[in-house]
């Protein structure tokens, strides 16, 4: 069946944009099944970057805290725990620029299927990634000496990264789409994140960065994501970060899904 006989998403009803939601997942799963290195990162990203920071700026910034690398544990653990979704959202888009390289997008575009339930797949997938990231960040966590002193918070904790890195998602969905190779779009995701991680409170308080760089932090979503995690999971305030994280999750999904999903009907 050509792409030009295919059924336009406005024809197919909800339910059918679930079933072929579902489909996709599992397929997706079966392959993540039949290639189980691709969850490599998924395992060794949290414990990469847990032992590093607290075993090398631990000492340091605990002590600025005031209570040493055992402060430095409760402080960085909810920051790592909010860029699980970043990091992921950065994976997805590489990983849809290599499925449209490799032909299997052609051919999902072939199908009767709507072409919203490719990205949603996509991104129903990574979730289930960034929910195994941060269980075995949790475990690591615990070893090093983290606390979890409220349990709901934790569980809040988690729902708000994936609802942050989910609409964080369809950013790179996009880019998965309009950039010509897998390596573009992992040096786009590089150039945006890294300042993103590092100009935030993520590792360390901002209280001692120059004023331009925290009037930068104030504004930086990440920030208000690890801070609004912190409040949840160890104490402190949660609503204004809260509040800003929602928001700027509603906004990015709101602006970007409907040009990702534009996108990939039109990708000649």
Known sequence: MSAATVQPDAR????????????????????????????????LFPIVFTLLFVYVFGGSIGQSLGGGQQAYVQYVVPGLMAMMGM???????????????SGV?????????????????????????????????????VLVGFDVTDWAGLLASVGLSAVFGSALMWVFLTLGVVMKSAQAVQGMGFLVLMPL??????????DSMPGWLQAFTDYNPLSSLADAAR????????????WV???????????????????FRTKH
């Open 12 to 43: 197919i009803s909800p339910r059918a944009h679930l079933r072929h939601t579902g489909a996709l997942v599992r397929r997706n799963l079966l392959w993540i099944r039949q290639d189980p290195e691709s969850m490599f990162d998924a395992l």
């Open 87 to 101: 990091n992921m959202a950065q994976g997805v888009g590489t990983g849809f620029n290599q499925d449209f390289n």
């Open 105 to 141: 997008m052609d051919r999902f575009r072939s199908l009767p299927i709507g072409r919203g339930s490719v990205l949603f797949a996509k991104i129903a997938v990574e979730l289930l990634r960034m929910l195994f990231a941060t269980a075995v960040l949790m475990i690591v966590a």
């Open 197 to 206: 991680q590092f100009g935030s409170s993520i590792f360390a308080p901002t």
């Open 231 to 242: 409040g949840l999971m160890v104490g402190g305030p949660v609503a204004h970060d809260l």
């Open 245 to 263: 994280t929602l928001g700027w999750s509603v906004v990015l999904t709101a602006v970007m899904a409907p040009v990702a999903i534009h996108k």
